[in-house]
């Protein structure tokens, strides 16, 4: 079967777990807080909730830089926060407004920031994959020593351009990351009814990616793949996978009534939250995790009144940006 | 190879019916001879051919409806040895007719904007186009026919029934054309009206010493004396005996007084005696009884609607004292008397009873001015107080 | 005197000169030579990293041209046919076409795809697509349709210093067709005045142009002189260039190799109505291909695509 990652070493850097856990707690309360304003409706469209992977996004992010290229998917709510875009505009980007992360033109699926290289945000699932692919090429081809990291969902690996792009990327040696987010349903098919190969490292040798098996509910044992990962394909290893073992507690969107899975599994992944499993492997007391909860219900509160204070764009801007103004 | 097409005999009209071929082929015909008669709402009019020669084919049958411009017989000229010629691209039947007129009219966004700005009234174009939608050209041919074909008459829009319509269709046909022409000569050309009232005293006398040596048939009437005064007045001022067309004034050196003629039972047709200066009283007198006798009979020729080059209309006995008629386009005046009557006038400081006739003159505007028209009158009141140069 | 592919691989290497950030990336550019030889001699001139032989992925290379423009990248990536840029078209519309406005209008995607279209080589109907119409729909990209020696090679040109997604449709039939390379650069985005005429306007672009040229010529003979208009870019369209000829000839031709139903022709039909209404003395009338999947029988074929003796037929209609 797959390899486990090596059990995590309790560390004395303590400022280091609370801040893994800090990472956490906003993202999983950010989702509860967006799963809320979304029955209100407030926030419109799809909702596609991170609650229980939040272990895979803070991890991962962990082992990247500010300048190396990141990619994700419709369910971008926790590698953008990991990723450092402020909760307010991701808040008032789902609210629709201007103040958001696209200027409210692309909802909770389609987050973007230029500046910290957060590439979105896709709605076709493995439709991000060729632009990683790109964004490693030009990498490449400009001599960075940076990686394009890309996260993608068990639907993706079916995909046609899951495929081209893994063979892709091998051929011509590109610094791109695979970062398999395997929460073992795609929408309501689970991987059994969809996958002839259910193995990701034998299917990631057809390739000749290296590949790794992670539990994706132990934030550190990401933290750790991810890094070696990064470091082979930084140094002109190629392409690498990394599959990281997870699951979703909600269902795949707000529509979803979950109807494909048992309330028995669903309990038996609930025992493995990564929160809860990550405060009881690092000892944290409880006083510290209600001051981290305290400030992320502080966080989350701005970032809602950011959010319903921001203004909506002016019809007048419909066409705005369709086409880049020429000078 | 000559051809005789479907003449224009109106400004306005765009087709007419073959009512009947007066020269089969084979036969000679000269220049003027008539050689069919066409019906147009107006009136059933016989037709001159300008070939001389010999008549090779007909090319339309009667109660043949076409466009104006249509080739309708192939005349082999003086010189010409008999070659069999393939009939011209115009089709041999006519193009159809629509059995009953098009619910609406049907013409190009760009026809109606040419038309607005050519000025030409789309009821009475025919369209080429499919479902007789009117096209630009059809506009263009309109405008140009108008301009070629100068005219006090113009056609009725195209008749509900077909062509041998009823004499009470035509009637209505006519006077729709009437009452279309009038509104539209009313609407564009500014009308200005002088009226003169003259004593006419030496002329009856002069009529009645005339008449005196004359048999009864061949008694001169008052109005030829109006006529003739008035061709001799144009004379002296030529700018009224013109046409204005495409925005310019066409003059006329010879004088076609069109004279206008009401028909039994309503309606009016106003053509041409020709060269009006030129024929003396009698032949004048012969040449007006002659058109009254054809116009009542519907006989007159297409030269005599498209001659006149100004128009003078007399309300006769019945009229009023003054007449303020409209020009008939595209004349530039028109004349008009009112009935003789006898009023007071002065005379070397006496009132005294005298016969007047008030005659007007209305004048186009845009081209002429009261000063012309003022010298018109004043020439014509002295022409006829000097009968003997009449 | 050049042909129309040295042209095109006369922009091309202008290009890759001119800018280090450009590269040819597709099917068979490199050591093949390009698939129709556009490319020939490029890879032995700028090496294999500016010149890229890519596997038979459509998604993933057009999609890498994406992510390489968003990286400061310039890409010139060929996709062999239009036929197959099927297989990328959730790269070209959901992604390329979409990025900027998606992101509050954050990035920019300085894509440059080149395609080849068209039948008329009895390839059937999975060769022979004219689907430009697809392409001229979506907001965020730009069409262009060379149909010159002149626009072969400037075309490339302008699609590199455009900063949005911009796809060239090149028809196969115009690759061996010879021209003057020197000349003015066109300006971009603007139909050209290919004939002058009063009678009718034709208004065409890429492989069509040259039989609506021929039919002018035949047109002329029986004196209806036509106006023939090269529309260049399909998105966005010169309307002006167009409602300035209608203007003055008032009846409307357009020669469209795309399958007639929602064609680009009825685009350009359509607009012609809403802004020259008043200017049309006839329907405006279109020559476009037979609603078949193209057969591969010559003369089949030959009857499915627009021709020129089409042309003469249809436009002797409107002036009859």
């Avoid at chain 1, 699926?109 to 994959?129: C, K, N, P, Q, T």
């Avoid at chain 1, 001599?143 to 893994?166: Q, R, S």
């Avoid at chain 3, 002189?225 to 409307?252: Q, Y």
Wanted: hydrophobic share 45%; with cysteine.
């Amino acid at each position: 079967m797959s390899t486990r990652a090596k059990k995590p070493e309790r560390t004395s850097d303590r400022q280091r777990m609370v801040a893994l856990l800090h990472g956490m707690l906003r993202i999983r309360r950010f989702e509860e807080k967006a799963a809320e304003l979304y029955s209100l409706g407030n926030i419109r469209g799809f909702l596609h909730l991170y609650i229980g992977e939040e272990a895979i996004a803070v991890g991962a992010m962990q082992a990247l830089t500010g300048e190396d290229r990141v990619v994700a998917t419709y369910r971008d709510h926790g590698h953008a926060l990991a990723r450092g875009l402020p909760m307010g505009s991701l808040m008032a980007e789902m609210y629709g407004k201007t103040n958001g992360c696209s200027r409210g033109r692309g909802g909770s699926m389609h987050f973007f920031d230029a500046s910290r290289l957060f590439y979105g945000g896709y709605a076709i699932v493995a439709g991000g994959l060729p632009v990683a692919l790109g964004l490693a090429l030009a990498d490449a081809m400009q001599g960075n020593p940076l990686v394009t990291a890309c996260f993608f969902g068990d639907g993706a690996v079916v995909e046609g351009e899951f495929h081209e792009t893994m063979n892709l990327a091998a051929l011509w040696k590109l610094p791109l990351l695979f970062l398999y987010e395997n929460n073992l349903y795609a929408m309501g098919t689970a991987i059994e009814r969809s996958q002839a190969q259910l193995d990701m490292e034998i299917r990631a040798q057809g390739y000749g990616v290296p590949a790794e098996i992670v539990d994706g509910m132990d934030v550190l044992a990401v933290e750790t793949a991810t890094q070696r990962a990064v470091e082979a394909v930084r140094s002109g290893g190629g392409p690498h996978l990394v599959e990281f073992k997870t699951y979703r507690y909600r269902a795949h969107s707000m529509a979803d009534p979950d109807l494909y899975r048992t309330k028995a599994e669903i309990e038996e992944w609930r025992r493995r939250d990564p929160i809860d499993l990550f405060i009881a492997g690092q000892e944290i007391d409880a006083s510290t995790v209600a001051e981290l909860e305290s400030r992320v219900a502080a966080e989350l509160e701005e970032a809602v009144a950011d959010a319903e204070a921001g203004e909506f764009e002016p019809l007048e801007d419909l066409e705005r940006d369709v086409y880049t103004p020429l000078p | 190879m000559g051809q005789f097409v479907m003449p224009a005999l109106g400004a306005d009209m765009s087709t007419g019916t073959l009512i009947e071929w007066r020269k089969a082929p084979g036969d000679t015909v000269s220049r003027g001879d008539i050689i069919a008669e066409v019906h147009t709402d107006k009136a059933d009019i016989e037709v001159e051919v300008f070939a001389t020669g010999v008549v090779e084919e007909l090319l339309v049958e009667p109660g043949a409806k076409v466009p104006v411009g249509t080739p309708l017989a192939v005349i082999r000229e003086e010189g010409e040895a008999a070659i069999p010629v393939a009939p011209p691209p115009a089709p041999a039947e006519a193009p159809p007719a629509p059995a009953e007129r098009p619910p609406r009219l049907l013409v190009s966004p760009s026809a109606k904007s040419l038309a607005d700005e050519l000025g030409v009234d789309l009821a009475f174009v025919r369209g080429s186009g499919p479902n007789g939608r009117i096209q630009r050209r059809d506009v263009e041919a309109a405008a140009a026919a108008r301009a070629r074909a100068p005219s006090p008459a113009p056609a009725a829009p195209p008749p509900a029934a077909p062509a041998a319509a009823e004499a009470e269709d035509r009637q209505a046909a006519m006077r729709r054309a009437i009452a279309a022409a009038m509104a539209r000569s009313k609407r564009e050309a500014p009308h200005f009206y002088l009226s003169e009232t003259i004593d006419l005293s030496v002329a009856l006398r002069f009529l009645a010493d005339e008449n005196a040596r004359r048999s009864v048939q061949e008694r001169l009437l008052p109005g030829v004396l109006l006529l003739k005064a008035v061709a001799l007045a144009l004379r002296e001022v030529p700018e009224l005996n013109a046409t204005w067309q495409d925005g310019k004034v066409i003059g006329s050196d010879r004088i076609h007084l069109g004279v206008a003629i009401f028909l039994r039972g309503g309606g009016l047709v106003a053509p041409a005696i020709h060269d009006a200066d030129a024929l003396n009283l009698d032949e004048l007198m012969l040449a007006f009884r002659d058109l009254v006798t054809r116009a009542r009979a519907g006989q007159l020729r297409s030269s005599e609607f498209s001659d006149p080059t100004i128009t003078v209309t007399s309300l006769g006995e019945r009229g009023a004292e003054s007449a303020f008629p409209i020009i008939f386009p595209p004349q530039v005046a028109i004349v008009g008397f009112g009935r003789i009557v006898e009023r007071p006038w002065v005379s070397e400081g006496q009132i005294l009873p005298c016969p007047v006739v008030t005659a007007t003159l209305a004048g186009d505007h845009r081209v002429t001015d009261g000063h012309r028209a003022g010298a018109f009158l004043i020439a014509l009141d002295r022409r006829l107080k000097e009968p003997e140069s009449l | 005197m050049t042909t129309f592919r040295e042209a095109v691989r006369q922009g091309m290497r202008e290009a890759l000169e001119g800018d280090e950030r450009v590269f040819l990336m597709g099917e068979d550019v490199g050591r093949y030579g390009g698939a129709f030889a556009v490319s020939m001699g490029l890879l032995e001139e700028f090496g294999p990293e500016r010149v890229r032989d890519a596997p038979l992925s459509e998604s993933a290379f057009v999609g890498a041209g994406i992510g390489a423009a968003l990286a400061g990248m310039r890409p010139i990536v060929e996709v062999m046919t239009i036929n197959f840029s099927l297989l990328a078209l959730d790269q070209i519309v959901n992604n390329a076409a979409a990025l900027r406005y998606m992101s509050g209008g954050q990035f920019s995607v300085p894509l440059v795809v080149r395609m080849t279209v068209g039948a008329g080589r009895q390839l059937a109907c999975q060769h022979a697509h004219s689907l430009e119409v697809w392409y001229a729909h979506v907001p965020g990209i730009k069409a262009l349709a060379p149909a010159t020696v002149a626009d072969a090679r400037f075309m490339v040109l302008d699609a590199l210093e455009d900063p949005d997604p911009v796809f060239i449709f090149e028809n196969a039939i115009l690759y061996g067709r010879e021209g003057e390379l020197d000349g003015d650069r066109p300006a971009p985005y603007r139909a050209a005045v290919r004939r002058t005429g009063g009678d009718v306007t034709l208004a065409t672009y890429g492989g069509s142009l040259w039989k609506t040229l021929d039919a002018a010529e035949e047109l002329a003979t029986e004196g209806i002189e036509a106006e023939v208009i090269d529309l260049r870019s399909l998105r966005p369209l010169d309307m002006d260039a167009v409602l300035e000829s209608v203007a003055k000839t008032h009846r409307l031709m357009i020669v469209d190799e795309g399958w007639r139903t929602a064609s680009l022709a009825a685009e350009i039909g359509m607009q012609v109505a809403e802004r020259g209404f008043d200017l049309l003395d006839w329907p405006p009338q279109r020559v476009c291909s037979v609603e078949v999947p193209m057969p591969y029988a010559k003369h089949l074929e030959d009857a499915a695509i627009p021709s020129a003796t089409r042309v003469v037929a249809a436009v002797r209609e409107m002036v009859a």
